[in-house]
Structures are given as structure tokens and as C-alpha cells.
């Protein structure tokens, strides 16, 4: 009897779950890509998403320890956007101190659409968290408020401390402008 390759089962075929996981997750890393443009978009989404996780809390009158937890993780991740990507401490000053020292760029180390990201992956979890009384532990939650605030305090304190010691801001609010030579030269006469 003669064989049809045609009927047969092809073995190196992947499996119809595979398939569909890499097609989801190209998808989805469209999607990602796609956003990186539009930051307000981005951000505005954001502040919905953590609307709506507010008012599942506040709604339901629970799930203060997931709050919670959402609140210290956002500040790491915060802490992480304020932080130069070079430890200053530790390498010596690479920022410029001077006027006449080279001009180098604010890096972070956690760049803003990471952080955007992570802060949206965790809200979503939160909300997710908020259907499950399982993670719905009683506690006292004014404690927990004053504690975020005493630790929020605190560690801002010392990043700016950071900030003012090595003399770099970590925002930047559009593209510098230059003026032209010639400007330069008559504003630096007049000055004289």
C-alpha cells in the first residue's frame, strides 16, 4: 500500500497552543509598540486605570494591604525614574559641574515608558487582586496610610538630597532652544 504524505501527520508541525501564544504576544508587543509615541495618551490611560482601581476600593470598603502594596511598589519604581542610570556615588561625578564641563544628558534608570508599563501591569494585577477575597485581609487602614506617608517622606527627602548634592533635575520639559551666533554675541556685548 502506498503512502500519502498529503493524509499523513506532519510532526514538525508546533503545537495549535504555541501558535496561538506567539501570535498573542506578537500582537500584543504591537499594540506596546504603537503606544510609545503618545505619551499623553499613555498617561492619561494610566490615570483611568488607577481611577478605576480607586473606586473598586472604594466601592468594595476593603483590599487596603493591596493598596498598599501598590502604593511601595510604585515609589521604588518612582525612585527608579528619579535615579541616573550612573551611580554617582560610587563612580565619582559624571555629571557636569561646571560650565565648561561636557554636556551630558539626563539617562534614567528606569526610562519613562518602562515605568509607565510596570506602574499599568501593576494596577492591572491589583484590580485583578481586588476579586479575590482571599487577598482581602482586615487591617486598620489609617496605619498603613500614615506609614506610606512617613516612608514616601522620607525616602523623597533623601532623593533630593541626591539631586541637590549632584546638581541634575530629572525632568525635562521639551527641547532646549539655542540661539543663533549672532544673537549670542550681541546679547554678550550689550552685557558687557
Not at 90 to 115: H, N, Q, S, T, W
Not at 136 to 156: A, E, G, Q, R, S
Request: with cysteine; net charge positive.
Amino acid at each position: 500500500m502506498e503512502s500519502n504524505p498529503a493524509l499523513e501527520p506532519d510532526n514538525n508541525k508546533p503545537p495549535f497552543i504555541l501558535i496561538l501564544q506567539n501570535t498573542i504576544k506578537r500582537r500584543w508587543q504591537s499594540v506596546l509598540d504603537a503606544a510609545v509615541p503618545h505619551i499623553v495618551g499613555r498617561w492619561v490611560f494610566l490615570l483611568l486605570l488607577v481611577g478605576f482601581y480607586l473606586l473598586r476600593v472604594y466601592l468594595v470598603q476593603g483590599f487596603y494591604i493591596v493598596t498598599y502594596g501598590l502604593g511601595i511598589f510604585v515609589l521604588n519604581l518612582f525612585i527608579g525614574f528619579l535615579t541616573p542610570l550612573e551611580d554617582v556615588d560610587a563612580d565619582g561625578p559624571m555629571l557636569p559641574m561646571d560650565i565648561k564641563d561636557e554636556f551630558k544628558p539626563f539617562e534614567r534608570r528606569l526610562p519613562e515608558y518602562k515605568f509607565w508599563y510596570s506602574v499599568c501591569k501593576a494596577f492591572t494585577i491589583g484590580f485583578v487582586m481586588t476579586f479575590f477575597q482571599v487577598f482581602n485581609i482586615p487591617v486598620f487602614w489609617p496605619i498603613l496610610l500614615i506609614y506610606f506617608i512617613v516612608l514616601f517622606v522620607l525616602t523623597m527627602k533623601r532623593q533630593i538630597k541626591h539631586m541637590i548634592k549632584h546638581k541634575y533635575v530629572p525632568f525635562s520639559f521639551g527641547k532646549k532652544k539655542y540661539a543663533n551666533k549672532t544673537t549670542s554675541i550681541a546679547e554678550d556685548i550689550r552685557s558687557r
